[in-house]
């Protein structure tokens, strides 16, 4: 079972290129999320959609967008990175309405130099 | 807004031994679900334990067990006969359980818990 897969796993930019994170979930999920990890400060959300077509912005949406391409697939879109964006990310999926758990994908380590 | 404190950075137990992870969340919602997730190095989040508040039983999932408080909005981890994988962070969850933009998923800022052999 595949899950929620995320590409890449790593990467280093420099300040102001632009990059895409992948994210598919296999499950059939309807809802899909965005997280960034960083030392002390846990899990964050920076952008959810809990169906196909929609998105909200979560607790830290600037810098960042995000496409909900269709059930499967949710990318996240740095258009200019910054060092303040070095982070771990992680996409996680969910069914909608009858509360399970989040399931989630590796993590991508990014680096912006 | 919905919040979650796990007020411990780090946490150490002796093999074999019982450790208690602690947290506590703030809401004004009756109805919503607890969760504990792991992380070990390999950077995978691997849920643990779930705790719906509408059931008064404490969730049990082999050596871990929770404490779950609702009125001092309570919810700790108890790891019973600590093996050296249970080496990782851990991570409190809350969720409430409606549809649409209110379904995520809001964390604490985790714990470290190291096991010494």
């Known amino acids: 079972n595949a899950g929620v897969t995320q590409t890449p796993k790593f990467q280093v930019l420099k300040t102001g290129q632009s990059m895409t994170l992948q994210c598919a979930q296999d499950m059939n999920h309807n809802s899909m999320y965005w997280y960034r990890q960083d030392p002390g400060m846990g899990l964050r959300l920076i952008y959810y959609s809990a169906s196909e077509g929609t998105t909200d912005k979560g607790e830290v949406p600037n810098g960042y967008n995000v496409s909900r391409l269709n059930k499967r697939e949710f990318s996240l879109r740095l258009e200019s990175a910054a060092p303040s964006q070095t982070s771990v990310y992680f996409c996680?999926?969910?069914?909608?309405?009858?509360?399970?758990?989040?399931?989630f994908g590796e993590g991508s380590r990014l680096t912006v130099l | 807004a919905q919040t979650v404190t796990q007020s411990q950075p780090e946490m150490s137990v002796q093999e074999a031994e019982t450790v208690t992870l602690s947290c506590t969340y703030d809401?004004?919602?009756?109805?919503?679900?607890l969760f504990w997730y792991k992380q070990p190095p390999s950077r995978q989040m691997i849920l643990v334990i779930r705790q719906e508040a509408y059931k008064q039983q404490n969730a049990t999932e082999n050596r871990f067990s929770v404490n779950f408080q609702k009125a001092a909005k309570s919810f700790s981890l108890k790891i019973s006969d600590s093996q050296l994988g249970d080496a990782a962070m851990y991570f409190c969850?809350?969720?409430?359980?409606?549809?649409?933009?209110?379904?995520?998923?809001?964390f604490g800022k985790g714990i470290t818990l190291s096991v010494r052999p």
């Open positions: 996680a999926s969910s069914e909608q309405g009858e509360v399970g758990e989040l399931f």
């Open positions: 809401t004004s919602e009756s109805d919503y679900y």
């Open positions: 969850a809350y969720r409430i359980p409606y549809t649409g933009a209110n379904s995520k998923l809001t």
